[in-house]
């Protein structure tokens, strides 16, 4: 009778293999002969005037697909290439200013021998990642980035599995590379990523923020039954208090009326909240947001200083007011 299998222990396993990968690969990309390639690699997709054409077969080709969309993502045009319709007029696709980003893990899928010729031919340069030294990918690639030969996850050491982690990881190496040479920044990101939670979180705050009319404001002089007024009528919880140029000065919020007014509970209603000022309970400058700011780090400053509403500042004058629940129900968290 078969002796169960421990999941948990059998996921170790498989973990342990993959970090060891990892750690070999490391350790190649160290040396002088591989960084050497890497390098020159990533100064070629850098400079080249057209796109980046990744192409492989079976598990490499998944691995090829997802890192296009990587690449493509963080400011690098590429697109993938199915080897086998390459064959069949998808050649057409490639021009002589593209840069060819080839998978193989062996170096000898048949599949690719077309695209290799072809861009042997037409001095497309050819990158190759491989696990195999001596392979025909190895040999007929300009930069070839030879990856160590590390064990596969898979108990008989056949299943594709440590070998794409390697890939994947060299990949998504490149293109995280080529982010930084391009100075591609999270403002950038969102060009090619606006939907979902990564688009709202990448979102400026002057995009989202509550503006014009709807804006809770009053004067420096103004009593504070008019702020309680404000506070009531725009429901933000929050007012902010102009100086005479339309600046900010501060701002008051919920609870301090409620302080306030706990504090001053002998006094006569008309002097509490007729004749008292707005300035007596001010907070000087208060939380602002910039108008250019991320709504992700703008919800990061707000709950770092445990407020629920902020106003969006530019050249010191109020322009809006963002809430946590507004940045919340828009999807940034």
């Known amino acids: 009778m078969k002796k ?9 396993d498989a973990l342990g293999c993959f970090q060891s990968g990892l750690r070999q690969m490391q350790d190649a990309v160290a040396g002088p002969q591989l960084s050497e390639i890497i390098s020159a690699a990533a100064n070629l997709i850098f400079k080249m005037k057209g796109r980046l054409i990744l192409c492989g077969i079976g598990k490499s080709g998944h691995v090829a697909r997802k890192l296009a969309a990587t690449f493509a993502s963080t400011g690098t045009p590429a697109f993938f290439v199915h080897a086998s319709e390459a064959s069949h007029g998808d050649l057409g696709m490639i021009q002589n200013d593209d840069v060819l980003l080839l998978l193989s893990w062996s170096g000898e899928t048949k599949e690719m ?29 300009q930069y070839p980035i030879v990856l160590p030969k590390a064990e596969e ?6 299943a594709p599995t440590t070998s794409t982690l390697l890939q994947l990881a060299m990949g998504d190496a490149l293109a995280v590379t080529l982010l930084r040479m391009r100075g591609f920044t999270e403002e950038s990101f969102r060009n090619f990523h606006p939907g979902g939670k990564l688009g709202a979180a990448l979102t400026p705050v002057r995009d989202i923020m509550i503006s014009g009319e709807q804006l809770p404001l009053v004067s420096l002089d103004s009593p504070v039954i008019e702020v309680i007024s404000q506070i009531s009528a725009k429901g933000f919880g ?4 102009q100086n005479p140029d339309q600046s900010l000065a501060g701002v008051i919020t919920d609870g ?28 000087k400058g208060g939380v602002t947001i910039d108008p250019d700011r991320l709504t992700a780090r703008a919800l990061n400053v707000m709950q770092t200083k445990k407020i629920t509403a902020a106003f969006v500042v530019e050249n010191s004058k109020p322009v809006g007011l963002v809430t946590v629940h507004q940045l919340l129900q828009q999807g940034v968290a």
Do not use: W
């Open 256 to 283: 301090d009326i409620r302080r306030y007014l706990e504090a001053n509970s002998n006094g006569t209603l008309q002097s509490v909240i007729g004749d008292t000022k707005a300035l007596a309970l001010m907070t």
């Open 4 to 12: 169960p299998i421990d999941p948990i222990s059998s996921v170790s």
């Open 153 to 158: 996850a898979c108990p008989h050491n056949l």
């Open 113 to 141: 021998s077309d695209i290799i010729a072809y861009g042997l031919r037409f001095n497309v340069p050819i990158i190759g990642i491989t696990g195999r030294a001596g392979s025909t990918l190895a040999s007929k690639a």
């Open 238 to 241: 929050i007012v902010g208090l």
